[in-house]
């Protein structure tokens, strides 16, 4: 009997997502014990014709990192949804856009200007864009298209599974595999990941306040942080109250504040939010002159609350009159 085949697949990303499956290291064997990888373009050399070969639905599982941002990454997030049994959102990027959904502050036309034209590191004779569309030695030659938004993967395309994580540990990875190759998987559409908050798996826990008081807020480098003290309560912006755990808290146990890669439990409908009310609710100050002086500390708090998930939130993206124009003229 063959076994189970499975793909993975790198959109808008870092790379970070496929270096977590190279982490495996040795348990990777146990993986290739169980199924057949059949397309992983980064790692090994696949061609999209390789894919397009297959029969609808031929392929067990796709993995697929990163968010979609280009007209290049639908058509393959769309060619691997009907080859694919499962599709798989792996990582913070395909889960909830990731750190490339920041560019939703923007509109498309924004970033090209700044990129190839504005950008001071660029020489005066550098600044042209790239066409979409040119000819070199008798060849047509096609640039994918920028889309006007970043999008999560299941704005694109439908998903079965979540595993979220910038990256997916090796262990939640090894876990998702396992479930999905189980006799009873988990119903469709769920996160492979617990759902409960950072906070009750961070081995600060028991020293964190019942009662905030925020006077300020201090960045990590600011302060000399003591590894044994909840971060909130020195001051720190920690994003554990408004994230799933299931990281086993690597980034406080490295004396660093949570950054919410493992976007929000299934009872948090905007993670951005969530945390904006749980610090702002716990500041000390009531006067608009004190309440600012402490907001002070957060001089980004779009890429601090909406790091990972700008693209799923409420806000989703920001629609200047510039970006309207750009929209309705294409």
Same mark, same amino acid.
């Given at each position: 009997?063959?076994?189970?085949?499975?793909? %993975?697949?790198?959109?808008?990303?870092?790379?970070?997502?496929?270096?977590?499956?190279?982490?495996?290291?040795?348990?990777?064997?146990?993986?290739?014990?169980?199924?057949?990888?059949?397309?992983?373009?980064?790692?090994?050399? %696949? @061609?999209?014709?390789?894919?397009?070969?297959?029969?609808?639905?031929?392929? %067990?599982?796709?993995?697929?990192?990163?968010?979609?941002? =280009? =007209?290049?990454?639908?058509?393959?997030?769309?060619?691997?949804?009907?080859?694919?049994?499962?599709?798989?959102?792996?990582?913070?990027?395909?889960?909830?856009?990731?750190?490339?959904?920041?560019?939703?502050?923007?509109?498309?036309?924004?970033?090209?200007?700044?990129?190839?034209?504005?950008?001071?590191?660029?020489?005066?004779?550098?600044?042209?864009?790239?066409?979409?569309?040119?000819?070199?030695?008798?060849?047509?030659?096609?640039?994918?298209?920028?889309?006007?938004?970043?999008?999560?993967?299941?704005?694109?395309?439908?998903?079965?599974?979540?595993?979220?994580?910038?990256?997916?540990?090796?262990?939640?990875?090894?876990?998702?595999?396992?479930?999905?190759?189980?006799?009873?998987?988990?119903?469709?559409?769920?996160?492979?990941?617990?759902?409960?908050?950072?906070?009750?798996?961070?081995?600060? @826990?028991?020293?964190?306040?019942?009662?905030?008081? %925020?006077?300020?807020?201090?960045?990590?480098?600011?302060?000399?942080?003591?590894?044994?003290?909840?971060?909130?309560?020195?001051?720190?912006?920690?994003?554990?109250?408004?994230?799933?755990?299931?990281?086993?808290?690597?980034?406080?146990?490295?004396?660093?504040?949570?950054?919410?890669?493992?976007?929000?439990?299934?009872?948090?409908?905007?993670?951005?939010? @969530?945390?904006?009310?749980?610090?702002?609710?716990?500041?000390?100050?009531?006067?608009?002159?004190?309440?600012?002086?402490?907001?002070?500390?957060?001089?980004?708090?779009?890429?601090?609350?909406?790091?990972?998930?700008?693209?799923?939130?409420?806000?989703?993206?920001?629609?200047?009159?510039?970006?309207?124009?750009?929209?309705?003229?294409?």
């Amino acid at each position: 009997m063959s076994k189970p085949k499975i793909a %993975f697949y790198w959109c808008a990303a870092c790379g970070g997502c496929e270096e977590a499956v190279v982490d495996l290291a040795e348990d990777i064997l146990g993986v290739l014990d169980a199924v057949d990888i059949v397309f992983w373009p980064v790692a090994m050399d %696949f @061609k999209k014709s390789d894919i397009t070969a297959l029969p609808d639905g031929a392929l %067990f599982a796709t993995l697929l990192n990163g968010a979609i941002r =280009s =007209s290049e990454q639908e058509e393959m997030a769309q060619l691997l949804r009907r080859k694919s049994q499962h599709l798989i959102a792996y990582g913070a990027c395909a889960c909830h856009g990731g750190v490339p959904g920041l560019a939703n502050q923007f509109s498309r036309e924004q970033l090209l200007r700044f990129v190839y034209e504005e950008a001071p590191t660029l020489g005066e004779d550098g600044r042209s864009r790239p066409q979409l569309e040119s000819e070199a030695n008798g060849h047509e030659l096609e640039l994918p298209r920028l889309h006007q938004a970043v999008r999560a993967l299941d704005q694109v395309v439908p998903v079965d599974y979540y595993v979220p994580g910038c990256p997916p540990t090796p262990k939640l990875t090894q876990e998702a595999l396992a479930m999905l190759l189980s006799s009873n998987p988990p119903p469709r559409g769920s996160v492979l990941a617990p759902d409960t908050a950072l906070c009750d798996e961070c081995p600060r @826990k028991s020293s964190k306040p019942s009662d905030l008081s %925020f006077a300020g807020f201090r960045r990590p480098h600011e302060i000399l942080l003591d590894p044994e003290k909840c971060l909130l309560a020195q001051g720190v912006v920690c994003c554990g109250p408004g994230t799933r755990g299931g990281c086993g808290a690597l980034c406080v146990g490295g004396n660093m504040p949570c950054s919410g890669c493992f976007g929000p439990t299934s009872r948090v409908r905007d993670q951005g939010a @969530k945390l904006l009310s749980s610090l702002c609710a716990n500041i000390a100050a009531k006067d608009e002159a004190g309440i600012n002086l402490a907001l002070d500390g957060i001089p980004d708090p779009l890429g601090t609350f909406y790091r990972y998930a700008l693209p799923h939130s409420i806000l989703q993206r920001n629609v200047s009159q510039a970006a309207r124009a750009e929209t309705l003229s294409l």
